[in-house]
């Protein structure tokens, strides 16, 4: 019963730092090692292309460190930050269209009162 509640207890421990985003610009080799998708080779880029050229600005300047390409930015984006903001994953509202918006203005009109 012991070794099945520190197994438990651990396992809530490991899911908790998985929830938590890494900030890149102070994450360990073994910080970095544990995003998904980040191995000991990547992790060690990310901390030379670091102390070479200071601080990320964005979690897209990753993409700048060699051997990190799109692929492997846009699995690990969502694992990652930069001074504790979350790499952006949302993908920009779309802009109703013409048609819709004038339709929409008609039925807002239609259902005022008529004025006399």
Known sequence: MKKWLIALLGAFALHGMTLAAVDINTASQEQLEAVNGFGPAKAKAIIEYRSKNGPFK?????????GI?????NKVKGEISVGGKAAATAAPAKAE????????????????????
């Open 97 to 116: 269209k013409p048609a819709a918006a004038a339709a929409s203005k008609a039925a807002m009109k239609a259902s005022q009162p008529a004025k006399k």
């Open 69 to 73: 390409k799109d692929g492997v930015y």
């Open 58 to 66: 964005s979690a897209e300047d990753l993409k700048k460190v060699p």
